[in-house]
């Protein structure tokens, strides 16, 4: 069992002659996992792809001053070139509101978890697999009703 005290005694000495790293670990603990979109026709014509401007695009967040402490730690996660242009990243608060002022940029919102609501669409939607819309539909081949994107 560990000494109650000790504990406290190291917490404060930790603190007060290593403040940066309490600093850092409240920096940390902030971060979530945002999706950011972008308007590719605000490109500079200095990148060749879209991948390396969202690449750069976070790595300028992460030269940047947020509360006095350089920033580290922002990193991409994914890049989206198809259903929607833009790119998913791990960022705070304050690096979210210094991307708002990035040319280009749309829109960024938290990804969060959602409940699965279907594995199953057909029996989902009670449909039949020998009679009436579903057999007339060629079982739904070459239909796509919607993009479902169960998150990062």
Partial sequence: MRCLPCFFFLASLTLTF?????????????RR????????????KAFT?????????????NSANFDGHPSSTASLIYTYNHALDGFSAFLSVDEVKALKKTPGFISAYRDKTV??????????LSLNPSMD???????GEDVIVGVLDSGI
Avoid at 51 to 58: G, L
Avoid at 115 to 124: A, G
Avoid at 133 to 139: I, Q, T
């Fill in 18 to 30: 290593f403040p940066w790293l309490h600093a850092e670990t409240a920096q940390i603990e902030k």
């Fill in 115 to 124: 409940k699965l609501d279907s594995t199953h669409t057909p029996e989902f």
């Fill in 33 to 44: 996992t945002y999706i950011v979109h972008m308007d590719t026709s605000f490109m500079p």
């Fill in 49 to 61: 792809t879209h991948d390396n401007w969202y690449f750069s695009t976070v790595d300028s967040l």
């Fill in 133 to 139: 819309l579903w057999p007339d539909s060629n079982f």
